[in-house]
């Protein structure tokens, strides 16, 4: 492979990545509860933005709130490379060649993050046009943006590139930076103060051309492109992972040494499958995330559709989505060979996942009960016939098998 033929590379990957792509998203969009699911999130959202465009108020602070969401957005990013853990060997000799390869990543992470930032911008329109402006400021507001967050891109590349001989401490702080700059930024263009904008524009700009003074003409960071591209599909196949079974799928292990210690605590020695299964649910799959993600999602929508059968039926749903992806830390693909060969019954196995299933389901339900009550969503009766419902919901997923 000569110089010419790095870029090549990339778009060969990249084409081949998407083809897998589109065929699970062909297979998740052919699953029966997709379009339910997806159906009732639209529904939900769309009448709880109206809700809350009616009911915002003209004093209420929505270009620090707005800045703080669009900042974060324009500092994090994840830069597509498609860098195989192999390549720190086979691609090694072609180091020198390799710019092109990373300027077509760049390319093509910047199209997508563009992209993002269209669809994001569109949603937030209506807030911006409800108290902060009109569309005419809104346009330019987002072509300034799109060109920040490319800058933003660069400097993601720089700091990336730095990692080989630069302390993660001080590659932490220049991040902290610029989030305090596109905050800055993004709050005088959101308020039309132009002027404003020029300082905190001025230093990204500044800052970035430094940038190509401080990286090292080699090497390449490629553990590290690696392991966040590892991250990346890792990510991508645990959202896969809630509508088709995936056991084939390497989850990434995370250390998260304060769960475990709290485990080891919690789980006596003698209880096999509880510890093993605990350690897999903490340390090697994406439940956890998973966890959270289903508790925010259901409390966003409670907020769209504040009404108590509404809740109790999205708890419901979000319960059965955790309980049915809870059983995949089963796969043997978790624990060694050994793990089969343990002289303990196979009911030992069913008791320690509804144990599980039983306890997180129930932590699912009260959370969103506390904040029903809380908020005002659940009054006397409506409270009993949640906890009625769930209740019954809870023992009945947790003992279905497959």
């Keep these: 492979m000569n110089r010419l033929e790095t870029s090549t590379l990339f778009w060969s990957r990249m084409r081949s990545s998407w083809t897998k792509a589109l065929r699970l998203i062909r297979i998740i969009a052919g699953g029966g509860g997709t379009p339910i699911i997806l159906g009732i999130t639209i529904i939900a959202f769309s009448f709880g933005y109206n809700q809350l465009l009616a009911w915002l108020p003209e004093s209420f602070p929505l270009a620090p709130v707005l800045a703080v969401m669009i900042g974060l957005f324009l500092t994090h990013h994840r830069i597509r490379t498609w860098i195989k853990p192999t390549d720190a060997v086979f691609l090694l000799p072609l180091e020198p060649h390799m710019g092109r390869y990373f300027r077509a990543s760049l390319l093509y992470t910047g199209a997508v993050k563009l992209l993002h930032l269209g669809v994001i911008m569109s949603i937030l329109y209506p807030l911006y046009r409800a108290n902060l402006g009109t569309l005419g400021t809104y346009v330019v507001t987002c072509f300034l943006l799109a060109g920040v967050l490319l800058l933003n ?28 700059l596109n905050l800055l930024l993004a709050y005088d263009a959101l308020a039309s103060e132009w002027w404003f904008v020029l300082l905190p524009l001025t230093a990204l700009a500044i800052w970035c051309w430094q940038g190509f003074h401080l990286i090292p003409q080699a090497p390449y960071p490629w553990q590290r492109l690696s392991r966040l591209e590892q991250e990346t599909l890792a990510r991508y196949y645990a959202i896969a992972n809630w509508f088709v079974d995936m056991p084939r799928y390497k989850r990434p292990f995370r250390q998260r040494k304060w769960l475990i210690r709290l485990v080891n605590r ?16 903490v340390r090697q799959s994406d439940l956890l995330a998973m966890f959270a993600r289903l508790l925010a999602w259901v409390i966003l929508l409670s907020f769209c559709v504040p009404h108590p059968w509404v809740i109790t039926l999205l708890t419901l749903l979000g319960n059965w989505m955790f309980t049915v992806q809870l059983r995949n830390i089963e796969h043997a693909a978790h624990y060694p060979v050994l793990f089969k060969l343990m002289p303990r019954p196979a009911s030992e196995r069913s008791q320690a996942l509804q144990q599980i299933a039983r306890l997180l389901s129930t932590a699912f339900a009260s959370l969103i009960a506390l904040v029903g009550l809380l908020v005002g969503w659940l009054d006397g009766k409506g409270l009993v016939i949640y906890l009625i419902i769930n209740g019954a919901a809870i023992l009945f997923f947790s003992r279905t098998k497959r």
């Design 153 to 180: 891109l660069v400097q993601e590349w720089q700091a990336t590139r730095l990692t080989v001989n630069s302390d993660a401490g001080d590659l932490r702080l220049w991040k902290i930076c610029r989030f305090g």
């Design 266 to 281: 919690l789980i006596r020695d003698d209880a096999v499958y509880p510890y093993l299964y605990w350690r897999t649910l």
